[in-house]
């Protein structure tokens, strides 16, 4: 197990030159592969998903507020900055170390006509990273500042990592859920749905057609997997298992595209969170999950769900519920719409030959 030490040295104030100062490569807002690849990339998730026109105009406009010093770790004669990516992102735009993404002439036209261009800023110096992990916990998951909840995953396996290999288990959880002032429970959860994320974002999230990676909504995605059916149903062993060594790849596409995937009125197949209730229910019926892979229709699998005699017996009290609010409106109606006629009359004889199919049903019951 990796010893956990504290260091004596208080962090140092200095004033650094921004050319000096580096993005860190781990840093838990972006995945991986964002965080320590190319600039440009990393600068246009920045401008797309950080609001960076504000902090630029912000520092072009009033200067760098001192009483906001970047936090970074020593790396031969450069910086990671560890705490204050998005205000170096502005700092190096102003400063014309890095380009500004193609197409955004907002940013453009505040760099071009910036009153401020500050190229040393404060900042604390540590000795390395894992000193300011726990004063991030603090600041971003209970403090202020908060994270999304995919940031905050990331961050609690970057400090499982650091601080608690070869811890395994229970006291793994117990201890993560001390640091950040939560629940163990939360913790598993949470880390369990992130290696989920993970394992389909290296997947190329498996091609879904329609499905837009930056839209999908990790808590929702994390709360799914709450719901020990669901979990089972990608092959989870629970819904703490952070490991996934069953995971399945195409029940994961199925769960990412009822989840996430938008129809033509702009809602998934999901809906809303409050109906991952129904999806669990789902799962756990075979003919159930084919009704919704092959008609999308939420309810009507989940009707399916409780077995097709429950499906039928909810069928027909809906439809009796139906009839009588068509009844209740006759006395309110001078002339029917051309067709309501027919229409009245298909329905008794559908209705007349689903009571006959019901009593064939009952007789045979009987006979046996």
Not at 188 to 204: D, H, I, P, T
Not at 301 to 317: D, E, I, R, W
Request: aromatic letters at 6%.
């Amino acid at each position: 197990m990796k010893t956990i030490k504290s260091s004596s040295n208080p962090p140092k104030s200095e004033r650094i030159l921004v050319s000096a100062l580096d993005f860190d490569p781990e840093n838990p807002r972006f995945p991986p592969d964002i965080a320590s690849g190319p600039i440009e990339t990393l600068i246009e998730r920045f401008v797309r998903d950080e609001r960076l026109l504000e902090v630029v105009t912000s520092i072009a406009d009033q200067g760098y507020f001192e009483g906001e010093p970047l936090l970074v770790t020593k790396h031969g004669s450069k910086y990671h900055v560890i705490e204050g990516n998005r205000r170096l992102a502005a700092l190096k735009l102003l400063n014309r170390q890095i380009d500004v993404p193609e197409g955004r002439t907002s940013i453009e036209d505040v760099v071009e006509n910036s009153d401020h261009r500050p190229n040393k800023v404060p900042c604390l110096v540590f000795d390395d990273s894992t000193e300011v992990l726990r004063y991030l916990g603090f600041r971003h998951i209970t403090g202020i500042k908060s994270w999304s909840s995919l940031q905050k995953a990331r961050y609690l396996k970057r400090l499982k990592d650091t601080f608690y290999q070869g811890v395994e288990g229970r006291n793994l959880l117990i201890r993560l859920a001390r640091e950040i002032g939560s629940r163990s429970d939360y913790v598993g959860q949470m880390l369990s749905a992130l290696n989920v994320y993970e394992r389909a974002e290296k997947s190329g999230f498996y091609d879904v057609k329609g499905l837009n990676p930056d839209e999908i909504d990790f808590s929702v995605l994390a709360t799914g997997l709450s719901y020990s059916n669901i979990a089972e149903y990608i092959g989870l062993d629970g819904r703490q298992d952070m490991v996934g060594e069953d995971l399945s790849d195409k029940h994961l596409k199925n769960l990412l595209t009822w989840m996430f995937v938008a129809r033509e009125n702009q809602r998934s197949i999901l809906g809303e969170s409050r109906n991952l209730k129904k999806l669990a229910a789902i799962v756990e019926s075979h003919d159930a999950i084919n009704i919704l892979i092959k008609e999308g229709n939420l309810d009507a699998a989940f009707q399916l769900s409780k077995g097709p005699a429950q499906a039928l017996n909810l069928a027909l009290k809906s439809i009796e519920k139906r009839l009588k609010d068509a009844w209740g409106w006759m006395p309110l109606i001078d002339k029917p719409e051309p067709g309501d006629d027919e229409r009245a009359d298909n329905i008794r004889k559908l209705a007349a030959d689903l009571r006959n199919a019901i009593r064939d049903k009952n007789s045979e019951e009987e006979d046996d």
